[in-house]
């Protein structure tokens, strides 16, 4: 059985006095074996044959180096066998057995050894699961994996991130993990709801105050499109005279007539909408313009300033690409929002709604910076949805040597017509290999008749296109999102 063992941190620039500790041998065996001891990590395995020497277990490496270990007590066996690095303090190296029959050239692969050692339940999602653990040099300790495999099944977080904190000796918070989820499955809904309550406690005047503060974050096209199509329709309310709706209490400060209108649409085509200079310009012909609405209309226009501010917009992602920045600013740019809001928040009930969202902020923070997952509100055309970015970079693959700098990337898309379709994109050397995945036949041989059009829209990438690959999905969501590909950096993108 593994035993539970504590995180012991090993730099590689270890003393020599230490590791000389480590060693039995000649001096010349010394210094090799101190250079191999120096790239030893754990999750690395290691073949060789146990022995005993002076009353001491060791590990005799199939170059003749060897290293003092502690391995379970029923491993007996005069042969070459393969060892499971679990851990390495300044007296040994800990280690677990890892079934190969070399004669046969049949292996048990390390997660199956390390599952049935450990009693753990035998499953794919757990194979994976311990496969990353490894591929991260985590210590492997049964409750801990435990403890992620279902929080990532209740949660449905991805075991990646969750690793990623375990591997920062970060923990993993209940209610960080509700909030974390939440978020991702609400999205924009979590600030409607404030935005709802705050504008339940306020005023028209506040709400136009209100209102004009969040569109200091919209960019000049859409400031300039919801002044003049706004003002548009008031004007042609007036013309046919059916009158301009007033809600504000102080009728003496209203705007109320079609002459004002029309020199507010005088004032509003002078405006410079180009420059960044005039903003304040912009948001009091923009004040002006929200006098003539309901509160329920302000709500409404503040909730689009504010996902405009929050979502990725899949529209501009083609041509401002500098949406992109979004990604891992989310939760700051949720914090502008909030602290806007608080000056307008009266009433207890919405400063819980505050407060809940505050703690939201630094729950997405903590994921995005120990977890490396980025969670964010996708806006495609006029679906919103929530998109995920995260990744897992294995520090070396099994064997010990250094895992490889290609990077692996999942781009998962729910589309009208094509309905689920995954593309997934390997950097294999100079060149990027691409394998698209559909639902089912018809999808598929539909695209497969579009190949050579596909390779010719390929050939602008700034990496070269290598292989190109179409297949039909056969594994359900969950399998397809998470399948593990070795010695590879993991890079997800979901939505």
């Given amino acids: 059985m593994i035993q539970d063992i504590n995180h012991l941190s090993v730099k590689q620039d270890t003393s020599n006095q230490i590791l000389t500790n480590l060693i039995n041998g000649s001096d010349v065996q010394n210094k090799e074996a101190m250079l191999a001891l120096s790239k030893i990590q754990l999750g690395d395995v290691l073949s060789g044959k146990i022995i005993s020497q002076e009353d001491q277990t060791l590990l005799k490496l199939e170059n003749g180096l060897k290293l003092l270990a502690q391995i379970p007590q029923h491993i007996m066996s005069d042969g070459l066998l393969d060892f499971l690095v679990v851990g390495k303090s300044r007296q040994h190296l800990e280690l677990e057995c890892v079934q190969k029959n070399h004669a046969l050239n049949k292996e048990q692969d390390i997660e199956s050894a390390v599952i049935k050692e450990m009693q753990l339940p035998q499953n794919q999602e757990m194979k994976q699961l311990v496969g990353k ?7 492997l300790v049964k409750n801990q994996l435990l403890q992620v495999y279902h929080l990532a099944k209740h949660y449905d977080l991805p075991s990646e991130a ?22 991702r499955n609400e999205g924009l809904q979590v600030l409607n709801h404030l935005l709802d309550e705050t504008f339940e406690t306020m005023g028209h005047s506040e709400g136009v105050e209100l209102t004009s503060t969040l569109s200091q974050y919209s960019p000049n096209d859409l400031l300039k499109q ?44 002078q405006l410079d909408f180009e420059s960044t200079d005039s903003m304040k310009e912009k948001i009091q012909v923009l004040k002006n313009v929200l006098q003539f609405l309901s509160k329920e209309e302000l709500k409404e226009l503040a909730k689009q300033f504010g996902h405009k501010h929050l979502a990725v917009h899949q529209k501009d992602l083609m041509q401002h690409p500098k949406e992109l920045e979004k990604l891992d600013e989310v939760s700051d740019r949720l914090k502008e929002i909030l602290e806007d809001v608080k000056s307008y928040v009266k009433q207890e009930g919405t400063s819980q709604v505050l407060s809940s969202l505050e703690q939201m902020t630094q729950a997405l923070d903590k994921y995005q910076m120990q977890g490396q997952y980025y969670c964010f509100p996708l806006q495609i055309n006029d679906q919103q949805t929530t998109g995920e970015l995260y990744f897992f970079k294995p520090k070396k693959n099994k064997k010990g040597n250094q895992a490889s700098n290609g990077m692996y990337i999942i781009l998962a898309l729910d589309m009208p017509s094509l309905k689920h379709i995954e593309i997934h994109l390997k950097e294999e050397k100079d060149e990027l290999g691409l394998r698209i995945k559909v639902t ?16 010719t829209l390929m050939e602008d990438t700034i990496v070269p296109i290598g292989e190109i690959h179409l297949e039909c999905l056969q594994q359900t969501a969950t399998e397809k999102i998470s399948k593990k590909e070795d010695g590879l950096n993991r890079l997800d993108f979901r939505i």
């Fill in 226 to 269: 919801i002044i003049t199509q706004t003002l548009e329709q008031l004007i042609q309310s007036a013309k046919s005279q059916e009158g301009l709706l007033t809600y504000n209490v102080d009728k003496e400060n209203l705007l109320s007539s079609k002459a004002t209108l029309d020199s507010l649409m005088k004032e509003a085509q």
């Fill in 162 to 183: 969750l690793i990623n904190i375990k591997g920062q000796a970060g923990t993993l918070s209940e209610q960080e993990m509700q909030l974390v989820t939440r978020f």
């Fill in 440 to 455: 089912n036949d018809e999808i598929l041989k539909h695209m497969q008749n579009h190949k050579k059009e596909l390779r």
């Fill in 133 to 139: 653990w490894i591929d991260g040099q985590l210590p």
